[in-house]
């Protein structure tokens, strides 16, 4: 993520054989989307190169880091960060007709970014109401997380998420 120009494209390619990364060409997909595809798994990690790295609604803890935080990862082959304290968002209900992932994404931001109460902390959703929306829905709801400012976020997993990885 967060390439500019063909030669961040060749760095990219030759970082990844070099460290054993997976490169995918700007050309194939979009990475948020072939990594949901092709990476996740529901009690995984994912560490991105590009802030709305985000797969909670599908179990896995995604964090997005920039540039300079992942050549320190590259070269030392570790992440290192303190134990995040977890916020829980309750949810409860269903939403409302006419009201999108990110209405509740931005809503969201409106309750924390000012006050700064979830920064680098991780987001945990869950209760009643989760059961009530699709996966879809879950994933832009958990990929704009990141404008609250907090680490990451993760989701209970249900049988809606077994449906998903089961047909995917």
Known sequence: GGTINEDDHVFGLSAAKKYGGIYVPANQAVIHQYARE?????????????????????????????????????????????????????????VKKGVGPHDIAISLVKATFENGFVKNKVLEFAGPGVKNLPI?????????????????SIWITDGVVKEHYTTH
């Open 38 to 94: 092709e990476m996740v798994k529901c009690g995984d990690m994912i560490l991105g190169s590009e802030s709305h790295t985000r797969y909670g609604s599908l179990g896995t803890m995604g964090v997005g880091e920039g540039g300079g935080e992942l050549v320190k990862q590259l070269l030392s082959n570790t992440w290192d960060t303190d134990v995040p304290e977890v916020i829980l968002v309750w949810l409860e209900g269903e």
């Open 136 to 152: 879809d829905f879950r994933n832009g709801i958990d990929i704009m997380t990141t404008e609250t400012t907090c680490l990451s």
